[in-house]
């Protein structure tokens, strides 16, 4: 084996670029803030900064996984979908799963033997001192050797080409359940990864139900601010008219031109408060506010059917038994009892199977000599037992530990199966009462809308006072308010209900193929 100039150089040339990326390394800023006063210029910002202006990002970044026909115009079932395949939080809890489901094949890898091959190859030059000696007595008729001493000297120049090829193997074969256990607490990982990315999808769809009907109500409060607003301009219609016959005050004009203004002002902020809700629900969908969609009303939504036929304990129990977040609590349970499995292991012998074959070329040189030497291969196989003897209690505190987080894992899903039908009793109520209320707004709304034509009428011949009329308005704005809330009410508590229970976007079970024939 030789080396060519053209390798010593390549050599060279790579030993020097080290050296500069070292001394870059070196000459790096890692500059903190040189105070905690007032805020500062990182290195670099700029190029930070400029990116995020570029955007220059992957489609997966941007946001905007669907396409949204602008003359469509979603419904809730639309929505619901259109956020599932975009929101920003399904992808997410997505690429935790295959990361999970990726740790549990990590752990089965460990099952197989395990393969390394190598090469190796190198030049190596050497000097030995050389002696040079001078005797000082004859060497002895009975084979004794002269007697010698060293009068100089000077040194043996070695050198050595080395190529080495060589494969090893490791196999464990017996370690007393420790694998086992190990790939038992990835498969609970993902068991509670799978059932938070059910839980992600179960909050966004709940998200946008919440907030469609908050972007409803807000609609529908508009429409009653502009109603109270076309009110208050007849009742000031209905004043002026009776100041031109004499039958008004001029205070009272003034209280109606001053009611009037009050509910232009109700219509501009309730026109606020709707744009408000129309972004939370774009942001609940993963869209942007300016994206422009068509919405639909309230008024094309469908009734649900009522779920709450059953009994607040079968709820309770159907909650205990499906609800994502106590699924996810009992893999951690389970995944705790796996660990302590797997540390109780470390306390027995591990039995592995290990072997090398290799090849190897060593030509030397010795001085001026030519080169000798030759190739042969070497291989070998090995039986090797580890018992852990001490530790230093290592073990002993590793498994206090674990068993103290197992208990409090047993902890957290008796306190969470606890909330859970708190949850389930309040959202129960919450839906009863929604229902009971809208009948009460319906009928409030029916007796407001007659009070106010009676009083108005009765104002226009003379008979009703103005204070009179004004609370009649009053009283019918506020009754269209209650009767639009409580019919939101009682499909937010009803999509709350479902929530708790664990019935919202339960996914339904696998389809199973016939066997071919």
Do not use: C
Not at 22 to 45: G, H, M
Not at 179 to 208: C, P, S, Y
């Amino acid at each position: 084996m030789k080396h060519t100039k053209s390798s010593r150089r390549t050599l060279r040339a790579g030993l020097i670029g080290q050296i500069f990326v070292a001394i870059s390394f070196a000459q790096a800023r890692n500059d903190a803030p040189p105070t905690s006063e007032k805020v500062w210029l990182p290195p670099k910002l700029s190029d930070y900064e400029n990116e995020l202006a570029g955007q220059r990002f992957r489609e997966s970044e941007t946001g905007l996984r669907v396409s949204i026909n602008p003359r469509k115009t979603y419904n809730l079932a639309e929505l619901i979908d259109l956020a599932e395949r975009n929101n920003p939080e399904t992808r997410v809890a997505w690429e935790r799963v295959r990361q999970a489901a990726a740790a549990v094949g990590l752990t089965e890898s460990a099952y197989y033997p395990y393969l390394v091959a190598a090469a190796t190859g190198g030049y190596d030059r050497a000097f030995l001192p050389f002696p040079k000696l001078r005797a000082i007595s004859k060497a002895q008729p009975n084979g004794d050797l002269p007697n010698v001493e060293v009068v100089g000297g000077g040194t043996l120049v070695a050198q050595s080409l080395l190529a080495r090829g060589e494969l090893t193997a490791k196999w464990l074969l017996i370690d007393f359940g420790e694998r086992d256990a190990t790939r038992a607490m990835a498969r609970e990982q993902l068991m509670m990864a799978n059932v938070g990315f059910n839980g992600t999808h179960q909050k966004i769809v709940f998200d946008v139900t919440d907030r469609f009907y908050q972007l409803g109500t807000a609609r529908q409060k508009v429409m009653v601010a502009q109603s109270a607003s076309d009110a208050a301009n007849t009742v000031e219609q209905a004043v002026q008219s009776r100041i031109d016959n004499g039958l008004a005050t001029q205070p009272e004009l003034l209280q109606a031109q001053q009611q009037s203004a009050q509910s232009t002002y109700d219509v501009a902020a309730s026109t606020g408060a709707e744009s408000d809700a129309r972004v939370a629900l774009m942001e609940s969908i993963g869209l942007l506010p300016t994206v422009q969609i068509k919405i639909a009303d309230l008024e094309g939504t469908s009734r649900v059917a009522d779920q709450s036929d059953d009994s607040i304990d079968r709820l309770v129990a159907r909650a205990l038994s499906q609800r994502p977040d106590l699924v996810a609590k009992l893999a951690n349970v389970h995944a705790k009892e796996q660990e302590i499995r797997k540390v109780r292991a470390e306390y027995y012998p591990q039995l592995a199977l290990e072997a090398h074959a290799s090849e190897t070329d060593l030509e030397v040189k010795v001085g001026n000599s030519d080169f000798f030497g030759g190739d042969r291969p070497t291989f070998g196989a090995f039986l090797t037992a580890s018992v852990p003897i001490f530790d230093g209690f290592g073990r002993r505190y590793k498994l206090d530990a674990v068993e103290a987080e197992l208990h409090g894992a047993e902890n957290e899903l008796a306190g969470a199966r606890d909330a859970a039908a708190r949850e389930v009793w309040k959202a129960y109520t919450d839906y009863k009462t929604a229902l009971k209320k809208q009948e009460a707004a319906e009928k409030l709304l029916s007796a407001s809308k007659s009070a106010f034509d009676a009083v108005l009428d009765s104002y226009k011949h003379g008979l009703s006072t103005y204070p009179e009329v004004v609370s009649a308005e009053r009283n019918l704005s506020a009754a269209l308010a209650t009767n639009h809330d409580t019919e939101a009410a009682i499909f937010t508590t009803q999509a709350a209900l479902a929530l708790s229970v664990g019935d919202l976007a339960r996914p339904g079970p696998r389809l199973v193929r016939p066997p071919r024939r």
